[in-house]
């Protein structure tokens, strides 16, 4: 080994050492997590506190895998929320119509869903900025519209009705309420997990550098047609995760699953909770759905409560909140250390 080598050795074991800490730090924070999650029903009878868990463990796989584009790579999507839809109803319909095992269901559902978005992607990576927005958008409502006029196979816009089967497998019975709270937590925390660890990956960085310049990505010779579909069928995997969640929760799958309204309800949860910080769309979530549980509660015009709360962070704080909070502390930490 040349002194240069062993040079280069001498950086990278560090390197190398920081990236696996890190990782076991992410997976027993996670563990944590989950097993806080998990205890929730031991301490707590309320019904609705469990129910408003499965549908953050929902919108927030969702949210956060529309980060991995608008966050990471600088792809805005206005159409993201087809793979949500997408994911409810080739889980619900092959539930229904072939009767398997709920994890059969559940690995087919991905499959079908990575096809359709390396299909969707290979035509929408190849756009720039707004284009690229637009027809994400114009392929969910094709989508839509696919699914309200196929009645005779997805109910039309009655939804898929008869509710969907869910046969215990490994002992684990998804019919019993608290069976689906824990498996819906267990895939939340594995998904945020799994994008974690994308996000902090050497992909993950080559992302970031095809967000801040992507001519001079091409020009290191990244292969920027390919990391943009990667990213965005890995994407669509997580949102259809969260769609199969959704699906579970409410015994069935809806038209609206799948309408525009879904992608802007994504678009909202990361301006609330930030986009440069991987647990912004989960604070999110948590605000978005708690503002419309609880101003839904109060007044019939909710939505121009919403927006209101909407124009605040966009126009006040100028960043999701916790965007704001980690600026503030590293500003804080900068002050003290001069």
């Not at 999701?320 to 804080?332: M, N, Q, T």
Request: glycine content about 10%; overall charge positive; some cysteine.
């Amino acid at each position: 080994m040349t002194e240069l080598e062993a040079g280069r050795a001498q950086v990278l074991v560090p390197v190398r050492s920081g990236a696996a800490l890190q990782r076991y730090r992410d997976v027993l924070i996670a563990l944590i997590a989950f097993a806080v999650l998990a205890s929730l029903p031991f301490f707590t009878g309320s019904k609705a506190l469990l129910d408003f868990v499965i549908r953050c463990s929902a919108y927030g796989l969702f949210a956060t895998s529309l980060n991995l584009l608008v966050g990471y790579t600088g792809l805005t999507s206005f159409g993201h929320g087809m793979f949500f839809g997408l994911g409810a109803y080739s889980f619900g319909l092959i539930m229904q119509k072939l009767g398997v095992p709920v994890p059969v269901a559940f690995v087919a559902t991905l499959a079908i869903t990575a096809v359709i978005a390396a299909i969707i992607g290979a035509i929408c990576v190849r756009l720039k900025d707004i284009y690229f927005a637009f027809v994400t958008l114009a392929f969910q409502m094709l989508i839509h519209s696919t699914i309200l006029s196929w009645a005779s196979f997805t109910g039309g816009d009655q939804g898929l009705r008869g509710g969907i089967p869910r046969p215990a497998f490994l002992g684990i019975n998804l019919a019993n309420h608290v069976h689906l709270y824990i498996a819906s937590c267990a895939l939340l925390i594995l998904g945020l997990l799994a994008m974690r660890q994308i996000a902090q990956s050497p992909f993950g960085y080559t992302l970031r550098m095809i967000r801040d310049n992507a001519a001079r990505a091409s020009f290191l010779g990244i292969d920027v047609w390919r990391a943009k579909l990667t990213v965005f069928v890995l994407a669509a995997l997580f949102a259809a995760m969260g769609g199969m969640v959704m699906a579970l929760f409410v015994s069935g799958a809806y038209p609206e699953f799948a309408y525009w309204t879904i992608s802007g309800e994504g678009i909202f949860i990361n301006m609330l909770g930030g986009v440069s910080t991987f647990l912004g769309p989960m604070v999110g979530t948590v605000l978005l759905l708690l503002l419309n549980d609880t101003v839904t509660r109060f007044t019939e015009y909710h939505g121009i409560v919403l927006g209101v709360v909407i124009l605040f962070f966009a126009l006040g704080l100028r960043k999701g909140l916790l965007d704001f909070v980690a600026e503030w502390f590293s500003h804080r930490d900068a002050g003290e250390g001069r």
